[in-house]
């Protein structure tokens, strides 16, 4: 028998891969391999798709592509199982938080969730089907480019497949490049929309090749109208360098979260339930979110101290492993855990240091306390640095060195005070508090990096002429 | 037994001099090992605790392969020495690869001459090993110039004892004195005397990026060699090894077998080279087949870093040293370098980035760049 293949493309009716590839780094995928002029075709086959695109309302979209989403979240549904099987051999996540992870995003897919999203972005969202007059006499009409190409990132599973989401609501074909460890999800989507929409599978191409490896990508640059890139500064940088000027460009930097707790809020009584949320936040997508917190502020002169807090973060964090074990670390990880692990080892045992560690068997989580508080990156991993402060009115001054790099803030602070820190934090330059259980999973409506979604991809058309002569 | 310093630096000194010559076998380097270790654990109270709460004493270490490893990032986070800052002769510092605010490692060196009695017989084995006294040229500052520099302050020990006049042609503000290169080398050419040409990656593609721009070859005298270091660890420009190497042949006149890379570390004073110039298979094969071999004081292991265990013969893994020359500080070092093993040497792999999964959250180079220019 032979082994099970993944084919990492999903392609609009009529077009098929010249030639295919295998990972040389994840077994059992395959990629597609093609030349210039099948990457050309490819294009203009789905700018002819866009504009069929736009003879269909946005709400009927919505509708469709909610009826592929929700069987991600169907149990026994052949697309949910498909990834099921191939999610943890791709991301190297556990079965267990893949599965978790599918869940999580699979709740934003569903057609409610994304009529939702419309309508937070387009009041109405019938302004991306013609013009809407507007108040004051003026009308106004919500386009997209023809063909939009994300660029997907390394393994948060979903990412790469709610660009593409995002990119079909408002009406811009779409040529998705997902990053290895996130490629099966989109490409399931794909195979998804070909059952349900054949309409909506010829407006979108789906396929994963190794970045640099090919020749067509710079061509690619020069025939697409738009592009969304994740990933690094180095990455984002080297495709801005190569877009031409004209080309409008949405890229989402790596980013890191933080967390903070009030003293008000951390009581005996609240530890336990405080502790396992900040476990879970960095634990989800084994902390590889921009939104996954690396230091949790503790604010001093609660009921509970510091080191109670870190013994009580340790077992929540050692039960979640249990109920949602960690992916297989990489060589490179595991590498960057010992170093970091050690060192702390190190400061822990200097005189006097304050630095105290925890750490779960098998380099599950790590936890280390330390009296410094400067934001100091985490190597992931589940590895969360906690870290005292005297009062949250401080958190401004010790985040704003790395204010650019910030994202997300997971609060526990009490009503009263709520205001307060999110005014000053907002202030230096973070984008989304949340609650600590709620970090892994804004919503679909979110501004991420302080951008609206759907916005983000489309430009206004004014007419304000209208009723004139 | 002592637990003072200054004698059994003194006596590695005379075991190091000895060294290439009779060993040590593995019995001395053991007694050594565990000597220093008992040394590093009474004398160091961080490390000795460090080892208790890994469950390791002088008492219960059942051999050096059992001594607690310092990862080399905690040179990062604080000073290590086995002893006071005060014993401490010199601060080496690393030049910071990953960039940024408090990148910077250090290097607590207590005893310049056990620096000095374990740079030198290696380098003779490797670089010199048909007895030539080459001027050297060195792609570096000066160690006056740059006082906290390893490499320059062992290219300023070689230059002294080993060869017959030595010259820094590297500054830190100006950077490489082309001028100044390449009338040395003229001038070692009209006398006919071989050349030590000792640099990083970065500076002799540098120095052949302007040759080539003026199309000037420059062969150098018989039995001119070059030591090459760093910069195959992904940072600089994007050359390869084969590239360089093979620039290097063609503008100077060289065999590719009379380059020898060394491979060394701020934290580790002893260095490691690729024995090019004494083993006839390695001279006449690829690269790849090129092998970093340790002198006889120092070990070498990959270890899984996942458990820290030993790994196969072949299997790649991570870099863990025992340098007996790190007698002041630290002599247990676990790396980041990735390599596999096989009977010859390591084959150095480098710090492979951008192959694991990262997700969307950022990178610590990411980090420590956004935090130096507040971008």
């Given amino acids: 028998m032979s082994e099970p293949v993944f084919r990492a493309w999903a392609l609009p009716a009529g077009i098929d891969v010249e030639s295919r590839e295998r990972s040389r780094i994840i077994e059992g995928l395959a990629y597609a391999r093609a030349s210039d002029a099948w990457w050309s075709t490819l294009c203009a086959r789905l700018r002819d798709a866009h504009a069929q695109l736009q003879t269909r309302s946005a709400r009927d979209i919505a509708s469709a592509l909610g009826e592929v989403g929700e069987r991600f979240a169907e149990a026994g549904d052949p697309l949910r199982e498909a990834a099921l099987e191939w999610l943890p051999v791709t991301s190297s996540l556990s079965e267990a938080m893949a599965e978790h992870v599918l869940d999580g995003m699979a709740r934003d897919w569903s057609t409610a969730r994304l009529t939702r999203l419309l309508e937070l972005e387009f009041d109405p969202p019938e302004l991306l089907d013609r013009f809407v007059e507007r108040e004051g006499g003026a009308s106004a009409h919500v386009r997209s480019p023809a063909l939009t190409l994300h660029v997907g990132a390394g393994t948060v599973p979903g990412v790469t497949a709610t660009s593409l989401v995002r990119s079909l609501l408002v009406k811009s074909a779409a040529l998705v490049k997902p990053g290895l460890g996130d490629a099966v999800l989109p490409v399931l989507w794909g195979r998804g929309l070909r059952e349900v929409d054949p309409g909506l599978a010829d407006a979108c191409a789906i396929a994963y090749w190794p970045g640099g490896e090919t020749t067509h990508e710079s061509g690619l640059y020069a025939e697409v109208d738009a592009v969304v890139a994740y990933g690094s500064d180095a990455t984002l940088l080297s495709i801005r360098d190569r877009l031409p000027l004209s080309t409008p460009f949405v890229s989402y930097r790596h980013r890191a979260g933080a967390a903070a707790i009030s003293s008000e809020v951390l009581t005996a009584e609240s530890l336990r339930s405080i502790a396992r949320d900040t476990a879970y936040a960095a634990s989800v997508f084994d902390q590889r979110g921009c939104v996954s917190p690396h230091v949790v502020y503790v604010e001093s002169g609660s009921e509970v101290t510091a080191e109670g807090f870190v013994d009580a973060l340790a077992e929540a964090l050692d039960a979640l492993a249990k109920e949602l074990p960690p992916g297989k670390a990489s060589l490179e990880e595991a590498s960057a855990l010992q170093q970091l692990r050690g060192s702390a080892e190190m400061r822990a045992s200097e005189a006097a240091s304050g630095v105290e560690v925890r750490f779960g068997s098998e380099g599950a989580w790590s936890v280390v306390l330390d009296p410094d508080p400067t934001f100091r990156p985490s190597c992931l991993r589940r590895f969360v640095w906690v870290k005292p402060v005297e009062d949250l009115s401080r958190l401004p001054s010790v985040l704003a060195p790395i204010a650019s790099a910030l994202q997300t803030m997971a609060l526990a602070v009490s009503e009263a005070r709520r205001g307060g820190v999110i005014e000053a934090l907002s202030e230096v330059g973070v984008s989304r508090f949340t609650t600590l259980a709620g970090a892994p999973w804004p919503p679909a409506w979110w501004h991420h990096d302080g951008e609206g979604p759907l916005r983000a991809l489309t430009t206004w058309v004014d007419d304000e002429s209208a009723g004139a002569v | ?375």
């Fill in chain 2, 1 to 375: 037994m002592s637990l003072a310093f200054a004698p059994l630096a003194t006596e590695l000194e005379e075991v190091f001099g000895s060294a290439f010559d009779e060993g040590p076998g593995e019995d001395r380097f053991e007694q050594l090992a565990l000597r220093a270790f008992e040394f590093q654990f009474a004398r160091n109270e961080t490390y000795g605790r460090f080892c208790r709460a890994r469950g390791v004493t002088p008492a219960s270490v059942d051999g050096w392969r059992s001594i607690p490893a310092v990862p080399t990032s905690a040179f990062k986070s604080l000073p290590i020495v086995a002893g006071t800052t005060d014993d401490v002769e010199r601060v080496f510092r690393t030049s910071g690869t990953t960039g940024g605010a408090g990148s910077t490692g250090e290097h607590h060196v207590r005893s310049l001459s056990l620096y000095e009695a374990s740079a030198i017989p290696n380098f003779r084995r490797y670089l010199l090993p048909d007895g030539v006294r080459p001027r050297m040229i060195a792609l570096l500052p000066s160690p006056e110039e740059a006082p906290e520099s390893s490499l320059s302050h062992m290219a300023g020990l070689v230059g002294d004892r080993l060869c017959d006049s030595k010259a820094f042609v590297f500054h830190p503000q100006t950077g490489l004195d082309t001028h100044g290169l390449r009338a040395l080398l003229e001038n070692a050419r009209s006398v006919d005397e071989p050349v030590l040409l000792m640099g990083t990656a970065f500076a002799l593609v540098h120095w052949l990026d302007h040759l080539a721009s003026s199309s000037t070859r420059l062969t150098l005298p018989a039995g001119s060699r070059v030591m090459e270091t760093g910069g195959f660890k992904g940072r600089s420009r994007e050359v390869s090894r084969e590239a360089l190497y093979a620039a290097i042949s063609s503008v100077h006149g060289l065999e590719r077998s009379s380059i020898v890379n060394e491979y060394g570390m701020t934290e580790m004073l002893s260095q490691f080279y690729e024995p090019v110039l004494l083993d006839p298979r390695m001279r006449e094969g690829t690269l790849e087949e090129r092998r970093h071999v340790p002198p006889p004081w120092v070990r070498t292991r990959v270890l899984d870093p996942a458990t820290l265990e030993a790994c196969e013969a072949g299997e790649v893994g991570v870099l863990c040293h025992f340098d007996l020359a790190n007698l002041g500080s630290v002599c247990a070092l676990l790396t980041e370098d990735l390599g596999r093993a096989d009977r010859v040497g390591f084959e150095l792999l480098g710090r492979v980035q951008g192959s694991s999964p990262r997700g969307c959250s950022l990178a610590v180079e990411d980090f420590l760049r956004a935090q130096a220019t507040g971008v």
